[in-house]
């Protein structure tokens, strides 16, 4: 990996990296704000050299997924997260814009970077698992920056950080800082970085302890609820590990009062939304 950010340098001025990754190529003088202290493709490399260091620190390789299951057998356990973190920006060319005060924006570069990490994988023929490996980890690359302002941090949002990254909490919060390291403009400040750097080993050692445990299943969703398999059984599983992991909920007994009112609150929303969707009588245009 230290030697990664030199390769793609000279890959780049070759031209080579034009033609086997272009979306890369296109940060290549792609000016940033006054939080940056450099181009897009230049903090690009700088990130993709933390790798190692923040993998490091953060307790080691062993945390890593295993490459093999992504699809990517014989390859160093720290590869995959060192694509992630290459492809991180990749939306920012496609979303950047300067306002009426001339200042630089990106807004949703992460949902754009999504869709072309996804594409990117499908085009190099990765496995279908290290394309939803990298479209999570690009999408949800700014979420431990949005943790930092809802200091302090509640059970409640570092459950539903760990379920939109789940399973890969520790690439997340690796790319993260890789990403906050390589980010020192003049409107950047030491305690700012030391602050996210904190709230990153703090959320790793959260949700790294023992998984939550599941109290109901979906058989058990599907007899208590009365539906049959479908996104409904998931979306209630979801809400209830939610609850479960906010320490909400502790008991079998307290997760079926839970999904009952949740699946009551649940047709009510549904119910105002077709209220509001359905046309005066005589039909639309009356």
């Not at 950047?96 to 970077?113: A, K, N, P, S, T």
């Not at 990298?134 to 059970?155: A, D, N, S, W």
Request: with cysteine; aromatic share 6%.
């Amino acid at each position: 990996t230290p030697a990664a950010p030199r390769a793609l340098r000279d890959l780049a001025v070759w031209g080579a990296l034009r033609a086997a990754l272009p979306e890369l190529d296109a940060l290549r003088g792609v000016e940033q704000n006054p939080y940056h202290h450099l181009d897009v493709f230049e903090h690009t490399l700088e990130a993709v050299g933390y790798v190692c260091g923040v993998v490091a620190q953060l307790g080691g390789r062993r945390f890593l997924a295993d490459p093999g299951e992504l699809g990517l057998p014989g390859v160093e356990r720290h590869v995959p997260v060192v694509w992630a973190v290459l492809l991180h920006d990749i939306g920012k060319p496609a979303a950047r814009r300067v306002d009426e005060q001339g200042r630089v924006l990106f807004w949703h570069h992460d949902e754009i970077g999504e869709g072309m990490a996804r594409e990117v994988g499908r085009r190099l023929r990765f496995s279908n698992r290290f394309c939803d490996y990298l479209g999570t980890l690009v999408r949800q690359h700014l979420r431990l920056g949005f943790l930092v302002r809802e200091q302090p941090l509640t059970r409640r949002a570092l459950a539903r950080y760990r379920r939109d990254v789940s399973p890969w909490v520790f690439e997340s919060v690796v790319v993260s800082l890789c990403d906050r390291l390589a980010t020192r403009g003049e409107k950047t400040s030491p305690v700012s970085m030391a602050r996210h750097y904190r709230l990153a080993r703090s959320v790793w050692s959260a949700v790294s302890k023992a998984p939550v445990p599941q109290l109901l299943g979906g058989e058990d969703v599907m007899a208590l609820l009365g539906v049959a398999p479908g996104p409904a059984v998931g979306q209630a599983l979801d809400a209830l590990e939610e609850e479960v992991e906010a320490g909400e909920v502790r008991t079998v007994d307290e997760a079926r009062e839970f999904l009952r009112r949740w699946w009551e609150e649940r047709g009510e929303r549904q119910g105002q939304g077709q209220a509001e969707e359905r046309p005066p009588e005589g039909g639309r245009g009356a």
